[in-house]
């Protein structure tokens, strides 16, 4: 490792809340937010909150990370109350949430309203807490599920327009690129605007229209209709399965990698002609409802603004499974409109 001195390192400081930091998403993700590569030049002072119950195993993480010799490192703050975590945060990485299938409050939580209203209420807390303690541009990430629905009523509690919430459909788009460089038999990093439009959820649309392999048509390149259809679109879609049914847990070192490449999206501008895939609130673009939280081709510009990217064009299939995605947000909308 080069020798970095005081100078160089001490130009910049950046706050990281980190929710659900005892997870495992959380303990292949904050180890890369203090590693330099991220926030170059830059002291990273993090936050890092959990449950009541959880809290203390956050002393050993902490422990692990002083022993890990990263010279971004700031201080490390340790809460089991997210309001108190959120003061002058710039970056909020929500990574908590309750999961299918736990007993809480002594009751088993299966059906997926049932999950949209216990973390919905959640994240009306946080959201509250960041729009009135957070940065003035804080940039928020929700990874917890179910992800838009949740950022849609975090970014709604926290009625602050200068802060950008977006919810993480980088591992998606990863994912998809993965597979596309697969069937071409190239390296991944030579597959761009990867676009995921819609849910974090398996009604998703990754969209092999506009992506491209060195700069020309994937679909092109690939030419195989049905493999897309019957094939590509699926896998991708039900990859979180895949992951679980194969591994026994769900994906963490990947969505944990997802989300540091967001943020790298966010804090770099977009190459001309590449894209980076989050959901983002809707303003009526490519005729999606405005006030959902949906996927959609972004762009970070010079200036750090995170735009919409506006001028790529669907096929009548891709515009029919993108609007049964934006359904399905609809759907997500009504059952917790209370929380709205
Ligand atoms: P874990 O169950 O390992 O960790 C979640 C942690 O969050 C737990 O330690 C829990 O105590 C904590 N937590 C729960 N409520 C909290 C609250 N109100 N405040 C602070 N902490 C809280 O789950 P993990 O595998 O880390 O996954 C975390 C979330 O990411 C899940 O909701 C999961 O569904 C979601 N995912 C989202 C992905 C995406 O692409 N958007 C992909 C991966 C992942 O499935």
Redesign the pocket.
């Given at each position: 490792m080069s020798h970095i001195t005081n100078e160089e390192f001490m130009k910049k400081e950046i706050n990281v809340v980190v929710?659900?930091a005892?997870?495992?998403?959380?303990y292949s993700l904050i180890p890369r937010l203090i590693d330099g590569n991220l926030f170059k030049d830059t002291i990273v002072n993090l936050s890092l909150?959990?449950?009541p119950q959880?809290v203390e195993k956050l002393e050993g993480l902490a422990m692990e990370l002083d022993d890990s010799y990263f010279p971004h490192l700031g201080s490390i703050d340790i809460y089991d109350d997210?309001s108190a975590a959120s003061h002058n945060g710039n970056w909020f990485l929500l990574?908590?949430?309750?999961?299918r299938g736990i007993v809480y409050k002594g009751k088993k939580i299966e059906e997926r309203s049932d999950l949209l209203k216990i973390n919905g209420g959640?994240f009306v807390d946080q959201g509250k807490a960041i729009g009135s303690n957070g940065a003035n541009e804080a940039k928020v990430l929700v990874?917890?599920?179910p992800?838009n629905t949740n950022a849609l009523i975090g970014m709604n509690a926290a009625n602050n327009k200068d802060q950008t919430w977006m919810?993480?459909?980088m591992?998606?788009s990863n994912r998809a690129k993965s597979m596309l460089a697969k069937k071409i038999n190239c390296n991944v990093s030579e597959i761009s605007k990867m676009v995921i439009w819609g849910n974090?959820s398996p009604t998703m649309y990754p969209d092999f229209e506009n992506a491209l392999y060195k700069n020309s048509s994937v679909k092109e390149a690939i030419s195989d209709l049905d493999w897309f259809s019957n094939s590509f679109i699926p896998s991708v879609q039900q990859r979180?399965k895949a992951v679980i049914d194969a591994r026994g847990a769900?994906?963490?070192t990947s969505?944990a990698k997802?989300a540091i490449d967001t943020i790298h999206a966010c804090e770099n501008p977009t190459l001309s002609g590449d894209c980076f895939s989050a959901a983002i609130m809707s303003d009526g673009a490519y005729d999606v409802p405005e006030g959902l939280i949906c996927g959609f081709p972004l762009m970070t510009l010079s200036s750090g603004k995170i735009e919409i990217i506006r001028d790529l064009s669907l096929s009548d299939g891709g515009k029919q499974r993108l609007s049964q995605s934006v359904q399905e947000l609809i759907d997500e909308k009504s059952a917790v409109q209370d929380l709205l």
């Open positions: 929710t659900g005892a997870g495992q998403i959380g909150v959990e449950i959880v997210f990574v908590g949430s309750i999961p959640i990874v917890g599920n992800a919810a993480m459909t591992l998606d974090h979180g769900s994906s963490a969505a997802a």
